[in-house]
């Protein structure tokens, strides 16, 4: 089965910008699949924060909820068979543990979508650790 596998996490202070990756340790190919990031702060459910339809099976899509819409961006790279998440103006809330994930449907879809991965979804990563400097 195809684990996901999540980097890039770091301390960081108040409004600065990261990027974060997932890709998978097998050969699985992600351009086929709709990709969701979620985090998980403490004592807290799994929340999604964006995903992004395939590219090559539909129309490349995405969606962000309005908790972080404006500031977050994920993008895929097909050659490198890796999606990212590129955060900016990060606040307090930020400093938590992202995750990748996907419900190996095609489409984002946003709530549901997320909804479905969580549900669904056996192999998480370990996810990638973000913390505050300040």
């Known amino acids: 089965q195809a684990q996901f596998v999540e980097s890039g996490g770091r301390s960081v202070q108040p409004g600065e910008s990261l990027r974060l990756s997932c890709a998978t340790h097998?050969?699985?190919?992600?351009?086929?699949?709709?990709i969701g990031w979620f985090r998980q702060a403490p004592g807290k459910e799994r929340e999604g924060v964006g995903c992004?339809?395939?590219?090559?099976?539909?129309?490349?899509?995405?969606y962000y909820p309005e908790s972080v819409k404006g500031r977050f961006t994920i993008s895929r790279d097909n050659a490198k068979n890796a999606v990212y998440l590129q955060m900016t103006s990060l606040g307090p809330e930020a400093a938590t543990v992202y995750y990748c994930?996907?419900?190996?449907?095609?489409?984002?879809?946003?709530?549901?979508?997320?909804?479905?991965?969580?549900?669904?979804?056996?192999?998480w990563g370990q996810g990638t650790q973000v913390t505050n400097s300040s």
């Open positions: 992004v339809s395939s590219d090559t099976s539909g129309d490349g899509s995405t």
């Open positions: 097998s050969g699985h190919n992600l351009q086929y699949a709709a």
């Open positions: 994930g996907t419900d190996w449907g095609t489409h984002c879809s946003g709530d549901y979508f997320f909804r479905r991965t969580m549900k669904s979804f056996s192999v």
